[in-house]
């Protein structure tokens, strides 16, 4: 603890200076570039200081949380998958019914449209029977409960047909195939300069 205070107490003192000498820095001679490339490399061991120490404590966190993960899957994962196996399987034959009763019921609602144009049932009878043939949305019981809902869901069914604007690029694999040399219509290979700092 001692430690990390002195820690902070360093970093306190030496980011400013950092942040100061990079805001007063000037380049316009060759020894200019010499005193850049100095206060270049202190910059960057300080700010490799201030990451190790910012990321220990969360690497350490993380090491633990992924070693419990792996124990606790060892002995709860097929538990689990279980579960969600036949969670999946009853949920997939309550939907088959369902499916089965709504079209049943859209059957039955035709029928009785067409018994009401024919003038063989009134409209309060006829609405009293629709919402009889229509099946229940929800189911309780003592262990739990399930509600129908119908969401929308987008299934693209032809990938060649997608307007220009909905084609996200693959950059990554573009840039490595770009590297590799191989020409791909539409994109360039530039030389961008960077300055990369080298740390001793």
Known sequence: MENATKELAILKQQVPKAVAAATALKIKTAQDMIKATDILGKIKSVGKMVR???EAPVKIAYKAYK??????DKVFGSFVRGCDEAESIVKGKMIEYQDIEVAKAE??????????????????KAADKIIEAT????VTTDSGAVQFRTVKEVVIEDESKLPREYLIPDMAKIKKVALAGVDIPGVKV???RVVAGITH
């Open 52 to 54: 190790e120490r910012m």
């Open 67 to 72: 070693d419990v993960k792996t124990e606790q």
């Open 107 to 124: 059957k039955k609602k035709d029928q009785i449209e067409k018994k009401v144009e024919d003038g063989k049932m009134s409209f309060e």
């Open 135 to 138: 099946p229940q949305k929800n």
């Open 190 to 192: 530039i030389d961008k």
